[in-house]
C-alpha cells in the first residue's frame, strides 16, 4: 500500500493550492483520511480529517479557508486551501486508515509528503 501527495508548491499570500493523495497497492478498503502540516521545527498536526462516511473535521486554524474532500471509488482525499497564509507554510502529509488485502486489519499509512510554501 503507498500513499502519494501532489499538488504543492509556492504561492502568494491569499493564494490557492489544491492537494491530492491517492492510495494504492492492495486495499480491502479505506476509512478515515486526513492532512497533516509539518511546519520547520514544529510537530506534525492535523489539518483536517475525513471519514469513511464523510463526516469532515477542521483544525480551528483552517476553517473556512480550507476544504477536504474524498473520492472513495479512487482511493483518493483532496485538500483545496484558499486565502492561504504565510504561516500555513510546511510539508503537508495524508494518511489513510487502511485494510490491505488478506490481512483483515485496519493500520495507518502516510504519503511522503509534499511542501507548501506561502510568500508574505
Known amino acids: 500500500v503507498q500513499l502519494v501527495e501532489s499538488g504543492g508548491g509556492l504561492v502568494q499570500a491569499g493564494g490557492s493550492l489544491r492537494l491530492s493523495c491517492v492510495a494504492s497497492g492492495s486495499i480491502v478498503s479505506v476509512t478515515a483520511m486526513g492532512w497533516y502540516r509539518q511546519a520547520p521545527g514544529k510537530q506534525r498536526d492535523l489539518v483536517a480529517m475525513i471519514t469513511g462516511s464523510g463526516a469532515t473535521h477542521y483544525d480551528d486554524s483552517v476553517k473556512g479557508r480550507f476544504t477536504i474532500s474524498r473520492d472513495s471509488a479512487k482511493n483518493t482525499v483532496y485538500l483545496q486551501m484558499n486565502s492561504l497564509k504565510p504561516e500555513d507554510t510546511g510539508v503537508y502529509y495524508c494518511?489513510?486508515?487502511?485494510?490491505?488485502?488478506?490481512?483483515?486489519?485496519?493500520?495507518?499509512?502516510w504519503g511522503q509528503g509534499t511542501q507548501v510554501t506561502v510568500s508574505s
Open positions: 494518511n489513510g486508515d487502511i485494510i490491505p488485502n488478506m490481512t483483515g486489519y485496519q493500520y495507518r499509512y
